[in-house]
Protein backbone atom coordinates (compact mmCIF):
# COMPACT_ATOMS: atom_id res chain seq x y z
CA UNK A 1 0.00 0.00 0.00
CA UNK A 2 1.22 3.33 -1.25
CA UNK A 3 1.49 6.09 1.65
CA UNK A 4 -1.83 7.70 0.05
CA UNK A 5 -3.80 4.85 0.38
CA UNK A 6 -2.53 4.27 3.94
CA UNK A 7 -3.55 7.68 4.88
CA UNK A 8 -6.92 7.14 3.29
CA UNK A 9 -7.30 3.94 5.76
CA UNK A 10 -6.33 5.66 8.46
CA UNK A 11 -8.80 8.38 8.01
CA UNK A 12 -11.63 5.98 7.70
CA UNK A 13 -10.77 4.00 10.41
CA UNK A 14 -11.23 7.33 12.61
CA UNK A 15 -14.66 8.21 13.94
CA UNK A 16 -16.50 11.30 12.46
CA UNK A 17 -15.89 14.59 15.07
CA UNK A 18 -19.53 14.79 15.29
CA UNK A 19 -20.23 11.33 16.67
CA UNK A 20 -17.12 11.76 19.60
CA UNK A 21 -18.58 14.59 20.55
CA UNK A 22 -22.15 13.86 21.33
CA UNK A 23 -20.36 10.87 23.00
CA UNK A 24 -18.62 13.44 25.27
CA UNK A 25 -21.98 14.90 26.11
CA UNK A 26 -23.74 11.48 27.19
CA UNK A 27 -20.52 10.45 28.94
CA UNK A 28 -21.53 13.82 30.96
CA UNK A 29 -25.18 13.81 30.83
CA UNK A 30 -24.74 10.14 32.45
CA UNK A 31 -21.77 11.32 35.52
CA UNK A 32 -24.48 14.73 35.80
CA UNK A 33 -27.40 12.12 36.62
CA UNK A 34 -25.19 10.02 39.32
CA UNK A 35 -23.62 13.12 41.28
CA UNK A 36 -24.75 15.75 42.88
CA UNK A 37 -26.58 18.20 43.23
CA UNK A 38 -29.07 15.95 40.82
CA UNK A 39 -28.73 13.14 42.09
CA UNK A 40 -30.79 14.76 45.38
CA UNK A 41 -33.91 13.53 43.43
CA UNK A 42 -32.78 9.90 43.82
CA UNK A 43 -31.50 10.41 47.03
CA UNK A 44 -34.14 8.37 49.01
CA UNK A 45 -35.24 4.99 50.43
CA UNK A 46 -38.77 4.83 48.97
CA UNK A 47 -40.10 4.02 46.94
CA UNK A 48 -38.31 0.83 46.78
CA UNK A 49 -38.07 -0.65 43.27
CA UNK A 50 -37.41 -4.45 42.25
CA UNK A 51 -36.35 -4.72 46.36
CA UNK A 52 -33.72 -2.02 46.08
CA UNK A 53 -33.64 1.59 47.51
CA UNK A 54 -34.66 4.02 45.39
CA UNK A 55 -31.29 5.24 44.75
CA UNK A 56 -29.81 2.71 43.92
CA UNK A 57 -32.31 1.55 41.73
CA UNK A 58 -31.74 4.94 40.14
CA UNK A 59 -28.24 3.95 39.33
CA UNK A 60 -28.71 0.71 38.05
CA UNK A 61 -31.43 2.30 35.60
CA UNK A 62 -28.98 4.46 34.48
CA UNK A 63 -26.23 1.73 34.51
CA UNK A 64 -28.80 0.03 31.85
CA UNK A 65 -29.24 3.05 29.67
CA UNK A 66 -25.31 3.70 29.62
CA UNK A 67 -25.14 0.22 28.04
CA UNK A 68 -27.75 0.46 25.53
CA UNK A 69 -26.48 4.08 24.89
CA UNK A 70 -22.96 2.75 23.89
CA UNK A 71 -24.25 -0.12 21.71
CA UNK A 72 -26.30 2.37 19.82
CA UNK A 73 -22.84 4.80 19.58
CA UNK A 74 -21.01 1.53 18.50
CA UNK A 75 -23.45 0.58 15.55
CA UNK A 76 -23.42 4.30 14.67
CA UNK A 77 -20.28 3.94 13.74
CA UNK A 78 -19.73 0.22 12.83
CA UNK A 79 -22.97 -1.35 12.08
CA UNK A 80 -22.42 -0.58 8.61
CA UNK A 81 -19.11 -2.20 8.13
CA UNK A 82 -17.43 -5.10 7.99
CA UNK A 83 -16.14 -6.67 10.95
CA UNK A 84 -12.12 -5.01 10.96
CA UNK B 1 -11.84 -35.44 55.53
CA UNK B 2 -12.21 -32.30 57.68
CA UNK B 3 -13.55 -29.47 56.33
CA UNK B 4 -10.88 -27.18 55.92
CA UNK B 5 -8.84 -29.67 54.21
CA UNK B 6 -11.23 -30.11 51.36
CA UNK B 7 -10.85 -26.16 51.59
CA UNK B 8 -7.83 -26.48 51.05
CA UNK B 9 -7.65 -29.25 48.52
CA UNK B 10 -10.46 -26.68 46.21
CA UNK B 11 -8.33 -23.35 46.21
CA UNK B 12 -5.35 -25.86 45.34
CA UNK B 13 -6.89 -26.99 42.06
CA UNK B 14 -8.13 -23.45 41.63
CA UNK B 15 -4.97 -22.57 41.88
CA UNK B 16 -3.45 -25.13 39.45
CA UNK B 17 -5.61 -24.44 36.70
CA UNK B 18 -4.80 -20.97 36.45
CA UNK B 19 -1.63 -21.48 36.59
CA UNK B 20 -2.02 -23.71 33.76
CA UNK B 21 -4.03 -21.25 31.93
CA UNK B 22 -1.46 -18.66 32.50
CA UNK B 23 1.41 -19.84 31.21
CA UNK B 24 0.01 -22.05 28.25
CA UNK B 25 -1.06 -18.69 26.99
CA UNK B 26 2.58 -18.05 25.71
CA UNK B 27 3.09 -21.24 24.10
CA UNK B 28 4.25 -20.39 20.90
CA UNK B 29 4.88 -16.98 20.85
CA UNK B 30 8.18 -15.23 20.35
CA UNK B 31 9.96 -15.06 23.81
CA UNK B 32 12.28 -12.10 22.96
CA UNK B 33 10.19 -9.69 22.03
CA UNK B 34 9.22 -6.77 23.82
CA UNK B 35 6.25 -6.20 21.73
CA UNK B 36 4.89 -9.84 22.23
CA UNK B 37 5.42 -9.37 26.36
CA UNK B 38 4.28 -6.14 26.71
CA UNK B 39 1.38 -5.88 24.51
CA UNK B 40 0.61 -9.17 22.93
CA UNK B 41 1.61 -7.93 19.41
CA UNK B 42 -1.55 -5.59 19.88
CA UNK B 43 -3.58 -8.37 18.81
CA UNK B 44 -5.87 -9.64 21.94
CA UNK B 45 -9.37 -10.37 21.23
CA UNK B 46 -12.49 -9.08 22.41
CA UNK B 47 -13.00 -11.46 25.01
CA UNK B 48 -9.62 -11.42 26.39
CA UNK B 49 -9.52 -8.00 26.75
CA UNK B 50 -12.90 -7.80 28.45
CA UNK B 51 -11.73 -10.29 31.12
CA UNK B 52 -8.39 -8.30 30.94
CA UNK B 53 -9.83 -5.32 32.04
CA UNK B 54 -12.68 -6.54 33.96
CA UNK B 55 -10.13 -8.90 36.31
CA UNK B 56 -8.05 -6.10 36.73
CA UNK B 57 -10.15 -3.56 38.27
CA UNK B 58 -12.37 -6.15 40.09
CA UNK B 59 -9.87 -7.02 42.80
CA UNK B 60 -9.73 -8.42 46.58
CA UNK B 61 -11.37 -5.32 46.88
CA UNK B 62 -14.76 -6.74 45.43
CA UNK B 63 -14.55 -9.64 47.64
CA UNK B 64 -13.25 -7.94 51.00
CA UNK B 65 -13.47 -3.82 50.93
CA UNK B 66 -17.05 -3.84 49.01
CA UNK B 67 -18.85 -6.07 51.64
CA UNK B 68 -17.20 -3.75 54.13
CA UNK B 69 -18.24 -0.34 52.10
CA UNK B 70 -21.51 -1.85 52.44
CA UNK B 71 -21.97 -3.34 56.05
CA UNK B 72 -20.04 0.07 57.70
CA UNK B 73 -21.40 3.13 55.23
CA UNK B 74 -24.53 2.18 53.69
CA UNK B 75 -25.18 4.27 51.26
CA UNK B 76 -21.83 5.54 50.34
CA UNK B 77 -21.07 2.70 48.88
CA UNK B 78 -23.28 3.10 45.96
CA UNK B 79 -20.39 4.98 44.96
CA UNK B 80 -18.52 2.27 43.90
CA UNK B 81 -21.28 1.66 41.48
CA UNK B 82 -21.18 4.49 40.44
CA UNK B 83 -17.80 5.19 39.59
CA UNK B 84 -17.15 1.38 38.04
CA UNK B 85 -20.40 1.97 35.79
CA UNK B 86 -18.52 5.56 34.38
CA UNK B 87 -14.83 5.41 35.01
CA UNK B 88 -14.27 3.32 31.61
CA UNK B 89 -16.06 5.91 29.07
CA UNK B 90 -13.26 8.46 28.84
CA UNK B 91 -11.65 5.34 27.34
CA UNK B 92 -13.92 4.91 24.26
CA UNK B 93 -12.76 8.97 23.22
CA UNK B 94 -9.09 8.72 24.69
CA UNK B 95 -8.29 4.98 23.98
CA UNK B 96 -8.66 4.71 19.78
CA UNK B 97 -6.18 7.66 19.71
CA UNK B 98 -3.62 6.34 22.08
CA UNK B 99 -3.95 3.22 19.75
CA UNK B 100 -3.42 5.18 16.51
CA UNK B 101 -0.62 7.44 17.98
CA UNK B 102 0.82 3.89 19.73
CA UNK B 103 1.52 2.09 16.40
CA UNK B 104 2.07 4.96 14.45
CA UNK B 105 5.19 6.28 17.16
CA UNK B 106 5.79 2.86 18.85
CA UNK B 107 4.77 3.01 22.45
CA UNK B 108 4.29 0.38 24.85
CA UNK B 109 3.45 2.51 27.88
CA UNK B 110 2.00 5.52 29.39
CA UNK B 111 5.53 6.83 29.97
CA UNK B 112 6.53 6.58 26.48
CA UNK B 113 3.41 8.51 25.08
CA UNK B 114 3.88 11.27 27.60
CA UNK B 115 7.81 11.58 26.77
CA UNK B 116 7.21 11.60 23.25
CA UNK B 117 4.35 14.34 23.56
CA UNK B 118 6.40 16.46 26.20
CA UNK B 119 9.90 16.03 24.58
CA UNK B 120 10.62 15.07 28.36
CA UNK B 121 12.70 12.12 29.52
CA UNK B 122 12.58 13.38 33.31
CA UNK B 123 8.50 13.51 33.12
CA UNK B 124 8.80 9.93 31.63
CA UNK B 125 10.53 9.25 34.59
CA UNK B 126 8.59 10.73 37.15
CA UNK B 127 5.18 9.18 35.96
CA UNK B 128 7.41 5.72 35.62
CA UNK B 129 8.27 6.10 39.42
CA UNK B 130 4.48 7.57 40.90
CA UNK B 131 2.86 3.90 39.33
CA UNK B 132 5.99 1.85 40.34
CA UNK B 133 5.16 2.68 43.73
CA UNK B 134 1.54 3.07 43.37
CA UNK B 135 1.17 -0.60 41.87
CA UNK B 136 3.02 -1.72 45.24
CA UNK B 137 0.72 -0.55 47.55
CA UNK B 138 -1.96 -1.68 44.78
CA UNK B 139 -0.34 -4.97 45.06
CA UNK B 140 0.36 -5.27 49.47
CA UNK B 141 -3.36 -4.71 49.09
CA UNK B 142 -4.43 -8.10 47.17
CA UNK B 143 -1.63 -10.08 48.41
CA UNK B 144 -3.13 -9.58 51.70
CA UNK B 145 -6.57 -10.23 50.47
CA UNK B 146 -5.25 -13.53 49.13
CA UNK B 147 -3.19 -14.72 53.20
CA UNK B 148 -6.43 -13.88 54.60
CA UNK B 149 -8.72 -15.83 52.52
CA UNK B 150 -5.85 -18.71 53.01
CA UNK B 151 -5.61 -18.37 56.54
CA UNK B 152 -9.65 -18.20 57.64
CA UNK B 153 -10.57 -20.95 54.94
CA UNK B 154 -8.55 -23.34 56.18
CA UNK B 155 -8.70 -22.59 60.04
CA UNK B 156 -4.85 -21.00 60.77
CA UNK B 157 -3.54 -24.22 59.23
CA UNK B 158 -1.90 -21.96 56.54
CA UNK B 159 -0.19 -19.18 57.82
CA UNK B 160 -0.70 -15.64 56.44
CA UNK B 161 3.16 -15.52 54.99
CA UNK B 162 2.51 -19.20 52.92
CA UNK B 163 -0.94 -18.52 51.54
CA UNK B 164 0.37 -15.33 50.16
CA UNK B 165 3.48 -16.88 48.97
CA UNK B 166 1.63 -19.59 47.41
CA UNK B 167 -0.88 -17.64 45.62
CA UNK B 168 1.44 -14.88 44.18
CA UNK B 169 4.40 -17.00 43.70
CA UNK B 170 2.01 -18.36 40.97
CA UNK B 171 1.22 -14.87 39.46
CA UNK B 172 4.45 -13.75 39.31
CA UNK B 173 5.34 -17.57 37.65
CA UNK B 174 2.98 -17.13 34.99
CA UNK B 175 3.59 -13.25 34.39
CA UNK B 176 7.06 -13.49 33.70
CA UNK B 177 6.95 -16.21 31.48
CA UNK B 178 3.69 -15.31 29.48
CA UNK B 179 3.51 -11.72 29.64
CA UNK B 180 0.17 -9.64 29.41
CA UNK B 181 -1.20 -12.84 27.30
CA UNK B 182 -0.08 -15.12 30.28
CA UNK B 183 -2.49 -12.70 32.35
CA UNK B 184 -5.16 -12.10 29.83
CA UNK B 185 -5.86 -15.79 29.48
CA UNK B 186 -5.83 -16.49 33.36
CA UNK B 187 -8.29 -13.83 33.93
CA UNK B 188 -10.81 -15.37 31.59
CA UNK B 189 -11.24 -18.18 33.93
CA UNK B 190 -10.58 -16.27 36.94
CA UNK B 191 -13.08 -13.64 35.99
CA UNK B 192 -15.79 -16.46 35.07
CA UNK B 193 -15.24 -18.08 38.82
CA UNK B 194 -15.35 -14.55 40.88
CA UNK B 195 -18.82 -13.68 39.34
CA UNK B 196 -20.30 -17.13 39.69
CA UNK B 197 -19.05 -16.86 43.84
CA UNK B 198 -20.06 -13.59 43.65
CA UNK B 199 -23.75 -13.72 42.56
CA UNK B 200 -24.12 -17.07 44.78
CA UNK B 201 -22.52 -15.78 47.54
CA UNK B 202 -24.71 -11.78 47.64
CA UNK B 203 -28.08 -13.95 46.54
CA UNK B 204 -27.75 -16.65 48.82
CA UNK B 205 -26.86 -14.75 51.81
CA UNK B 206 -29.61 -12.30 51.42
CA UNK B 207 -32.29 -14.84 50.77
CA UNK B 208 -31.11 -17.17 53.47
CA UNK B 209 -31.37 -14.53 56.71
CA UNK B 210 -33.69 -11.93 55.22
CA UNK B 211 -35.56 -13.16 52.67
CA UNK B 212 -34.77 -11.06 49.88
CA UNK B 213 -33.47 -7.59 49.28
CA UNK B 214 -36.80 -6.00 49.49
CA UNK B 215 -37.50 -7.20 53.36
CA UNK B 216 -33.70 -6.64 53.57
CA UNK B 217 -33.77 -3.46 52.82
CA UNK B 218 -36.61 -2.48 54.67
CA UNK B 219 -35.29 -3.95 57.56
CA UNK B 220 -32.45 -1.95 57.75
CA UNK B 221 -34.23 1.14 56.86
CA UNK B 222 -36.38 0.81 59.69
CA UNK B 223 -33.54 0.17 62.23
CA UNK B 224 -31.17 2.88 61.12
CA UNK B 225 -33.28 5.74 59.67
CA UNK B 226 -30.39 7.64 57.01
CA UNK B 227 -27.78 4.72 56.72
CA UNK B 228 -29.20 4.02 53.32
CA UNK B 229 -29.13 7.68 51.97
CA UNK B 230 -26.58 10.50 51.68
CA UNK B 231 -25.87 13.74 53.56
CA UNK B 232 -28.23 14.17 56.79
CA UNK B 233 -28.39 12.22 60.24
CA UNK B 234 -27.63 8.36 59.94
CA UNK B 235 -25.62 9.16 57.00
CA UNK B 236 -22.09 8.40 56.81
CA UNK B 237 -20.63 10.26 53.63
CA UNK B 238 -21.40 14.19 52.36
CA UNK B 239 -23.28 14.73 49.17
CA UNK B 240 -19.92 16.80 48.33
CA UNK B 241 -17.60 14.18 49.70
CA UNK B 242 -19.19 11.37 47.72
CA UNK B 243 -19.71 13.50 44.43
CA UNK B 244 -16.36 14.28 44.41
CA UNK B 245 -14.98 10.89 45.08
CA UNK B 246 -16.72 9.84 42.05
CA UNK B 247 -15.72 12.51 39.91
CA UNK B 248 -12.05 11.77 40.81
CA UNK B 249 -12.86 7.72 40.09
CA UNK B 250 -14.05 8.90 36.69
CA UNK B 251 -11.35 10.64 35.78
CA UNK B 252 -8.50 8.41 37.32
CA UNK B 253 -9.34 5.21 36.15
CA UNK B 254 -7.81 5.48 32.87
CA UNK B 255 -5.26 6.75 34.14
CA UNK B 256 -3.88 4.40 36.34
CA UNK B 257 -0.62 3.18 33.72
CA UNK B 258 -1.44 -0.45 33.20
CA UNK B 259 -5.21 -0.04 32.25
CA UNK B 260 -4.10 2.89 30.00
CA UNK B 261 -1.05 1.08 28.52
CA UNK B 262 -3.67 -1.73 27.34
CA UNK B 263 -4.55 0.89 24.75
CA UNK B 264 -1.63 -0.47 22.84
CA UNK B 265 -2.67 -4.05 22.76
CA UNK B 266 -5.19 -4.39 20.76
CA UNK B 267 -7.06 -2.78 17.90
CA UNK B 268 -9.45 0.84 17.80
CA UNK B 269 -12.89 -1.05 17.40
CA UNK B 270 -11.80 -3.53 20.37
CA UNK B 271 -11.60 -1.09 22.57
CA UNK B 272 -14.97 0.62 22.09
CA UNK B 273 -16.12 -3.05 22.02
CA UNK B 274 -14.60 -3.48 25.58
CA UNK B 275 -16.08 -0.35 27.03
CA UNK B 276 -19.03 -1.50 25.35
CA UNK B 277 -19.54 -4.72 26.99
CA UNK B 278 -18.20 -3.21 30.48
CA UNK B 279 -21.26 -1.60 32.42
CA UNK B 280 -22.06 -5.40 32.86
CA UNK B 281 -19.33 -5.28 35.23
CA UNK B 282 -20.79 -2.56 37.52
CA UNK B 283 -24.43 -4.40 37.56
CA UNK B 284 -21.83 -7.78 38.32
CA UNK B 285 -20.99 -5.72 41.58
CA UNK B 286 -25.08 -5.55 43.16
CA UNK B 287 -24.51 -9.03 44.81
CA UNK B 288 -21.34 -7.78 45.80
CA UNK B 289 -22.76 -4.80 48.37
CA UNK B 290 -25.69 -7.30 48.99
CA UNK B 291 -23.29 -9.09 50.91
CA UNK B 292 -22.11 -6.27 53.33
CA UNK B 293 -25.96 -5.40 53.68
CA UNK B 294 -26.54 -8.95 55.02
CA UNK B 295 -24.47 -8.03 57.64
CA UNK B 296 -25.36 -5.07 58.68
CA UNK B 297 -28.55 -6.44 60.86
CA UNK B 298 -26.69 -9.49 61.87
CA UNK B 299 -23.28 -8.72 62.42
CA UNK B 300 -22.39 -6.84 65.77
CA UNK B 301 -20.07 -3.32 65.03
CA UNK B 302 -17.79 -4.83 67.90
CA UNK B 303 -17.09 -8.73 66.49
CA UNK B 304 -15.18 -7.08 64.03
CA UNK B 305 -11.67 -5.41 64.03
CA UNK B 306 -12.20 -4.23 60.67
CA UNK B 307 -14.87 -3.90 58.03
CA UNK B 308 -13.30 -5.65 55.40
CA UNK B 309 -13.45 -9.12 57.61
CA UNK B 310 -17.45 -8.58 57.10
CA UNK B 311 -17.82 -11.65 54.40
CA UNK B 312 -15.29 -14.36 56.64
CA UNK B 313 -17.55 -13.47 59.40
CA UNK B 314 -20.88 -14.36 57.95
CA UNK B 315 -18.90 -17.07 56.64
CA UNK B 316 -17.99 -18.60 59.43
CA UNK B 317 -20.64 -17.96 61.73
CA UNK B 318 -23.87 -17.54 59.75
CA UNK B 319 -23.50 -20.16 57.20
CA UNK B 320 -23.87 -24.06 57.22
CA UNK B 321 -20.48 -25.42 57.74
CA UNK B 322 -19.54 -26.92 54.20
CA UNK B 323 -15.73 -26.98 52.89
CA UNK B 324 -17.32 -27.24 49.65
CA UNK B 325 -18.51 -23.67 49.95
CA UNK B 326 -15.58 -22.63 51.85
CA UNK B 327 -12.97 -24.02 49.20
CA UNK B 328 -15.54 -22.20 46.45
CA UNK B 329 -15.65 -18.84 47.91
CA UNK B 330 -12.24 -19.17 48.90
CA UNK B 331 -11.16 -19.95 45.37
CA UNK B 332 -13.45 -17.07 43.77
CA UNK B 333 -11.54 -14.42 46.04
CA UNK B 334 -8.26 -15.45 45.59
CA UNK B 335 -9.46 -15.38 41.67
CA UNK B 336 -10.50 -11.68 42.53
CA UNK B 337 -7.06 -10.71 43.84
CA UNK B 338 -4.99 -12.81 41.48
CA UNK B 339 -6.79 -11.17 38.36
CA UNK B 340 -5.60 -8.11 39.25
CA UNK B 341 -2.00 -8.81 40.70
CA UNK B 342 -0.89 -10.19 37.46
CA UNK B 343 -2.19 -7.57 35.14
CA UNK B 344 -0.43 -4.94 38.08
CA UNK B 345 2.50 -6.59 38.51
CA UNK B 346 2.88 -6.83 34.60
CA UNK B 347 2.08 -3.16 34.39
CA UNK B 348 4.62 -2.45 36.83
CA UNK B 349 7.76 -4.33 35.27
CA UNK B 350 6.89 -2.74 31.84
CA UNK B 351 6.63 0.77 33.57
CA UNK B 352 9.79 0.15 35.35
CA UNK B 353 11.54 -1.26 32.30
CA UNK B 354 11.14 1.15 29.45
CA UNK B 355 10.12 4.46 31.79
CA UNK B 356 12.73 4.27 34.58
CA UNK B 357 15.64 2.26 33.37
CA UNK B 358 15.73 2.73 29.68
CA UNK B 359 15.92 5.87 29.87
CA UNK B 360 18.91 6.04 31.70
CA UNK B 361 20.44 3.03 29.43
CA UNK B 362 19.27 3.78 26.31
CA UNK B 363 21.37 0.90 25.02
CA UNK B 364 19.90 -1.98 25.81
CA UNK B 365 18.99 -4.63 23.29
CA UNK B 366 15.79 -5.56 22.78
CA UNK B 367 16.54 -9.55 24.12
CA UNK B 368 18.01 -7.33 27.15
CA UNK B 369 15.00 -5.64 27.62
CA UNK B 370 12.65 -8.46 27.71
CA UNK B 371 15.00 -10.10 30.23
CA UNK B 372 14.96 -7.09 32.42
CA UNK B 373 11.45 -7.12 32.27
CA UNK B 374 10.89 -10.65 33.48
CA UNK B 375 13.23 -9.92 36.10
CA UNK B 376 11.56 -7.04 37.04
CA UNK B 377 8.21 -9.21 37.73
CA UNK B 378 10.13 -11.28 39.98
CA UNK B 379 11.49 -8.32 41.75
CA UNK B 380 8.82 -6.11 42.25
CA UNK B 381 6.67 -9.49 43.03
CA UNK B 382 9.41 -9.91 46.06
CA UNK B 383 9.24 -6.56 47.15
CA UNK B 384 5.58 -6.27 47.43
CA UNK B 385 5.38 -9.27 49.22
CA UNK B 386 7.47 -8.56 51.82
CA UNK B 387 5.96 -5.42 52.10
CA UNK B 388 2.56 -6.98 52.53
CA UNK B 389 3.86 -9.71 55.02
CA UNK B 390 6.32 -7.58 57.01
CA UNK B 391 4.98 -4.38 56.80
CA UNK B 392 7.13 -0.97 56.34
CA UNK B 393 5.85 1.94 58.93
CA UNK B 394 7.70 4.83 56.83
CA UNK B 395 7.11 3.65 53.58
CA UNK B 396 3.41 3.14 54.22
CA UNK B 397 3.05 6.99 53.87
CA UNK B 398 5.53 6.74 50.59
CA UNK B 399 3.05 4.16 48.82
CA UNK B 400 -0.58 5.83 49.68
CA UNK B 401 0.57 9.16 48.51
CA UNK B 402 1.50 7.97 45.58
CA UNK B 403 -1.57 5.29 44.82
CA UNK B 404 -3.90 8.81 45.45
CA UNK B 405 -1.38 10.75 42.82
CA UNK B 406 -2.55 8.42 39.75
CA UNK B 407 -5.48 10.65 38.76
CA UNK B 408 -2.86 13.47 38.38
CA UNK B 409 -1.83 12.41 35.14
CA UNK B 410 -5.18 13.26 33.27
CA UNK B 411 -4.58 17.14 32.59
CA UNK B 412 -1.27 15.60 31.24
CA UNK B 413 -2.73 13.25 28.81
CA UNK B 414 -6.19 14.89 28.42
CA UNK B 415 -3.71 18.03 27.42
CA UNK B 416 -1.54 16.17 25.55
CA UNK B 417 -4.18 14.75 23.45
CA UNK B 418 -6.37 17.92 22.93
CA UNK B 419 -4.13 20.90 23.91
CA UNK B 420 -1.07 21.24 21.00
CA UNK B 421 -0.50 24.38 23.15
CA UNK B 422 0.80 22.37 26.63
CA UNK B 423 4.23 22.28 26.97
CA UNK B 424 6.90 20.79 28.92
CA UNK B 425 7.15 22.69 31.86
CA UNK B 426 3.48 23.07 31.68
CA UNK B 427 3.33 19.11 32.27
CA UNK B 428 6.03 19.11 34.89
CA UNK B 429 5.16 21.94 37.08
CA UNK B 430 1.17 21.03 36.80
CA UNK B 431 1.82 17.37 37.65
CA UNK B 432 4.44 17.98 40.90
CA UNK B 433 1.88 20.57 42.11
CA UNK B 434 -0.90 17.92 41.68
CA UNK B 435 1.30 15.13 43.48
CA UNK B 436 1.84 17.36 46.21
CA UNK B 437 -1.46 19.19 47.08
CA UNK B 438 -2.86 15.60 47.06
CA UNK B 439 -0.40 14.15 49.31
CA UNK B 440 -0.59 16.97 52.18
CA UNK B 441 -4.83 16.47 51.65
CA UNK B 442 -4.14 12.94 51.75
CA UNK B 443 -1.52 12.76 54.59
CA UNK B 444 -1.13 15.80 56.70
CA UNK B 445 -4.13 17.53 56.56
CA UNK B 446 -7.48 14.88 56.65
CA UNK B 447 -10.05 17.91 56.94
CA UNK B 448 -10.73 19.13 53.17
CA UNK B 449 -12.23 22.52 52.43
CA UNK B 450 -16.11 21.69 51.76
CA UNK B 451 -15.04 18.09 52.29
CA UNK B 452 -14.01 17.87 48.52
CA UNK B 453 -11.46 14.69 47.60
CA UNK B 454 -8.12 15.44 47.94
CA UNK B 455 -7.62 14.30 44.48
CA UNK B 456 -9.85 16.75 43.12
CA UNK B 457 -7.95 19.52 45.07
CA UNK B 458 -4.54 18.41 43.94
CA UNK B 459 -6.55 18.54 39.90
CA UNK B 460 -7.21 22.14 40.76
CA UNK B 461 -3.64 22.91 41.26
CA UNK B 462 -2.58 20.63 38.76
CA UNK B 463 -4.88 22.27 35.79
CA UNK B 464 -3.62 25.40 37.16
CA UNK B 465 -0.51 25.61 36.62
CA UNK B 466 -0.26 22.87 33.81
CA UNK B 467 -2.59 25.85 31.68
CA UNK B 468 -0.46 29.17 32.96
CA UNK B 469 3.14 27.72 32.50
CA UNK B 470 2.36 26.27 28.89
CA UNK B 471 0.96 29.91 28.45
CA UNK B 472 3.90 31.64 29.15
CA UNK B 473 6.13 29.22 27.90
CA UNK B 474 6.88 27.89 23.94
CA UNK B 475 6.07 24.47 23.06
CA UNK B 476 9.46 22.45 22.04
CA UNK B 477 7.34 21.82 18.15
CA UNK B 478 3.95 22.56 17.13
CA UNK B 479 4.38 20.09 15.13
CA UNK B 480 3.69 16.95 17.78
CA UNK B 481 1.47 18.83 19.60
CA UNK B 482 -0.71 18.90 16.25
CA UNK B 483 -0.21 15.35 15.44
CA UNK B 484 -1.61 14.29 18.60
CA UNK B 485 -4.74 17.02 18.66
CA UNK B 486 -5.13 14.74 14.31
CA UNK B 487 -4.80 11.06 15.65
Known amino acids: MDEKALDAKVADEQAPHGLERRFAFFSLALLVLLIFPVFAVANRVQPMI??????LAWIVFWVGVEFVGVILFYWAEYGRRREA | MSRWVLALAIMLVYLGIAFLFGVLAGRGRSAWSVSEFAVANRELGLLLMWFLMGGTVFSAFAF????????????????????????????????????????????????????????????GVIVGLVAVLAFIQYLTLQIKGMAYVFEVLTEGHIPFWAGA????????????????????????????????VAWGMGLYLVFSLHGGPGPMFQAIDAARP?????????STMSPMAYSTAILVSVLGFIMWPHLFMKSFTTSEQRIKQTVLAYPLFAIFLVPVLFIGFAGVLNVPADALENPDQVLPYLLTNLLPVS??????????????????????????????TRDVILPLAPALTEREQVWIMRAAVVVIGAA????????????VQLLLGAYGSIVQFAPLIYGGLYWPRATRAGALSGLVAGVLVNSYFQLVQPVTPLDINPGILGLLANVALFVAVSWVTRPASTEVGEAFLQA
Open chain 2, 384 to 395: AYWLAIFGAAGL
Open chain 2, 323 to 352: GWLFGLIGAGTLAAAMSSADAITHGAAVEL
Open chain 2, 64 to 123: LGGPGWAYSRGAASFYILAYSALGMLPWYLIGPKAARLGRQRGYFTMGDFLRDRYGSTLL
Open chain 2, 226 to 234: GFLRLGGPG
Open chain 1, 50 to 55: LGLPFA
Open chain 2, 165 to 196: LLAYGIVVAYVSTSGVRGAAWSDVFQGLLMLL
